[in-house]
């Protein structure tokens, strides 16, 4: 699951933080607000930012959260980047090592909504890394921490992806990093999951911090991992530095969370994707012109880019993330309406079910309907990994009326799953040359089924056009 970045805040003091992490479970009273209670807090209270603490038992082994970005003020319900935690009085380096073997509790407090509590573990090997190279970007590797139990959950070793829509998710990590046998070597990751890193600040300042114009949920940690890699620097999972985070049942924020994923998701698109763009507006099944999302002027992370002389996005795929599924080859997608069946789109149906059918047009990626250059007609989400799989191929087996959904790669000829499709004309098999068409049917769902049969005369329209000719 994708994590909300933490809001900024400026710290007033510094806070002890007394772990209460025992034998993998939190310490604590049944009741969860009292467990919250126990954690040192940072609250927003009309616009100035208050720290809190009972106690502060030993200051050479602190954590003081710093402000990370200057002159910002707070109001309640802001999503802000994460601040900087950096080491108050500065232990020496044998009592960095001692102290850092223990998880560190933090928990931000912003009422009335929102409660983000985590736990840092062993903050050595971070800091080592990047005192070896103030370029990269550590990601401790991220764990559980159940909800109504507040036991741990430790999570297998993973990289962080994304697919085209810039949703988050965890991938396998490089082949390279399996074959060294050492889980507790630092893991190749192309981008991260949630806001939780490492970083040297003065570096950070200098790559644009996190980009101010992302509204409310998604895309921030994505665009970084983008930027970071292209502008020469590099991003990594460290597993011997760990985070716990509570996810919370329930986000608090705009309940659209759909909405500002996309729009975050198109404005790193923008920046930082090249003609690669395109997979964005495909994944989420919207036009490349006048998408009806406004993600803001981008005119400022541009002229970034530019003056940093970042690297294209087509190196960052070879380099960085060649697990990604390249759909260059498509010349239109979208949804697709027949002249016979005003209001209805083509649809993959039920994955088990194998058949593409008709369906009251929604716009979503079931609807998603991508025409290549080599006449596949690909119906569903791109599978944008080589960990997911691919949309399946419309495919004219012959053998009956009823057109099939197949893996691309499992059809009996290849011709079978090729077609001949011009804007507001046929949907012609190259194999039989019979043609996609709708007809009437009291059996079908809508009163409408899919057939393939002699052409008609039927005209078929999609609704965006990347490259334009008769294939």
């Given at each position: 699951m994708c994590l909300k970045a933490l809001p900024q805040f400026e710290s007033r003091g510094s806070q002890c933080l007394n772990s209460p992490y025992v034998g993998g479970r939190l310490q604590a009273g049944p009741d969860l607000g009292e467990k919250v209670g126990q954690l040192p807090r940072v609250a927003v209270r009309g616009g100035a930012t208050e720290a809190a603490s009972d106690s502060d038992p030993n200051p050479s082994l602190c954590l003081s959260l710093k402000r990370l970005l200057l002159g910002s003020q707070l109001s309640q319900g802001d999503f802000l980047p994460l601040p900087q935690l950096t080491i108050h009085n500065r232990p020496s380096l044998s009592e960095l090592q001692l102290t850092t073997a223990l998880p560190f509790p933090v928990c931000f407090h912003f009422p009335p909504l929102l409660t983000l509590c985590g736990f840092l573990h062993r903050v050595e090997p971070a800091l080592t890394r990047i005192k070896e190279d103030r370029k990269r970007i550590i990601l401790p590797a991220i764990d559980?921490?159940?909800?109504?139990?507040?036991?741990?959950q430790q999570y297998a070793n993973a990289a962080h992806g994304y697919n085209w829509g810039l949703w988050c998710m965890y991938i396998i990590p490089p082949q390279d990093w399996l074959d060294k046998g050492d889980e507790s070597a630092p893991i190749r990751t192309p981008a991260m999951i949630g806001c939780s890193f490492v970083v040297d600040r003065e570096y950070f300042g200098e790559i644009g911090l996190l980009d101010p114009g992302m509204e409310v949920y998604g895309g921030e940690n994505i665009e970084l991992g983008m930027r970071v890699w292209q502008c020469g620097g590099s991003m990594e999972v460290l597993p011997c530095s760990r985070v716990a985070h509570i996810e919370r049942t329930k986000k608090p924020y705009n309940n659209d969370i759909d909405y500002y994923a996309k729009r975050n998701a198109l404005r790193a698109a923008e920046v930082w994707m090249d003609d690669f763009k395109s997979h964005v507006y495909m994944a989420w099944n919207i036009p490349m012109?006048?998408?009806?999302?406004?993600?803001?002027?981008?005119?400022?992370?541009?002229?970034?880019?530019?003056?940093?002389?970042?690297?294209?996005?087509?190196?960052?795929?070879?380099?960085?993330?060649?697990?990604?599924?390249i759909y260059n080859n498509t010349i239109t997608y979208g949804e697709v309406r027949n002249s016979k069946a005003s209001g209805y789109c083509l649809d993959q149906g039920a994955e088990e079910d194998d058949k593409a059918i008709l369906y009251p047009c929604h716009g979503m990626s079931s609807q998603l309907v991508r025409y290549s250059t080599e006449g596949l007609l690909q119906l569903g989400p791109l599978g944008s990994t080589a960990f997911l799989p691919d949309s399946k191929c419309l495919?004219?087996?012959?053998?009956?009326?009823?057109?099939t959904l197949k893996k691309c790669e499992d059809t009996l000829r290849p011709a079978q799953r090729l077609w001949d499709f011009t804007q507001n004309g046929p949907i012609i098999s190259r194999d039989t040359g019979r043609c996609l068409e709708v007809e009437m049917s009291k059996d079908a769902n809508f009163g409408l089924r899919l057939v393939v049969q002699r052409c008609s005369g039927q005209k078929w329209m999609i609704r965006n056009w990347i490259k334009h000719g008769r294939h």
């Open positions: 559980n921490i159940k909800y109504n139990s507040f036991e741990v012109t006048n998408p009806g999302v406004d993600f803001g002027d981008v005119s400022e992370r541009v002229a970034l880019r530019q003056r940093l002389q970042c690297r294209s996005f087509k190196w960052y795929l070879e380099n960085v993330y060649p697990e990604m599924r495919v004219d087996d012959g053998k009956g009326r009823t057109p």
